[in-house]
């Protein structure tokens, strides 16, 4: 038998709630940082965010021009009709600098997103390292485009292709033969 009379309880977890791994872990954030916590939390990330779209507005296309909050979605719409870089590119590109590319594609509503999402936790260096990423490789766009397209270079293995993948996927690795 359950006993539900817990006040003090969130209350009873339904998987349509969402995964409960990720609601625990939610919930441990909110008790940890209090109120004046998240709030500086939340002041940190959208200022994060503002800054890192102030250093790539001139380079990359807005989405929006309303303010940012925690996050700065920019489009491909000048690297691509200047130089055929797309969104997918640049991503691939960031992977030899070093970053893991942030989400791609999906706004839907928005052709060519490119949406970073700085957490409260980056320092200036990081958020300066990142947008000098992204200018670099803006300028390698417009003066090797070749080397953009062809991104990855640097990682174990180079540029999958990706309809290919998502056409044919394999669910389970198989060690190749000797």
């Not at 509503?109 to 200036?124: D, F, R, W």
């Not at 000098?132 to 174990?156: C, N, Q, R, Y």
Request: with cysteine; charged share 25%.
């Amino acid at each position: 038998t359950l006993n539900f009379s817990h006040p003090q309880s969130i209350g009873r977890m339904r998987s349509f709630f969402g995964n409960f791994g990720m609601m625990v872990r939610a919930y441990t954030y909110i008790r940890e940082m209090g109120g004046a916590g998240l709030t500086q939390a939340t002041e940190m990330a959208v200022l994060n965010a503002c800054y890192l779209r102030a250093r790539i507005q001139d380079t990359y296309a807005l989405c929006s021009e309303r303010p940012s909050m925690h996050e700065v979605v920019v489009t491909d719409k000048r690297q691509k009709k200047e130089t055929g870089v797309q969104t997918l590119d640049i991503a691939k590109r960031l992977m030899d600098y070093g970053f893991h590319p942030p989400t791609v594609y999906f706004l839907l509503v928005v052709p060519g997103a490119l949406m970073i999402e700085p957490t409260e936790t980056e320092s200036k260096e990081s958020l300066d390292e990142f947008a000098d990423a992204l200018l670099s490789i803006a300028h390698e766009a417009a003066t090797t485009p070749d080397l953009v397209k062809s991104a990855p270079h640097s990682t174990a293995m180079r540029r999958l292709d990706e309809t290919r993948a998502a056409r044919n996927p394999r669910l389970r690795w198989l060690p190749t033969p000797a």
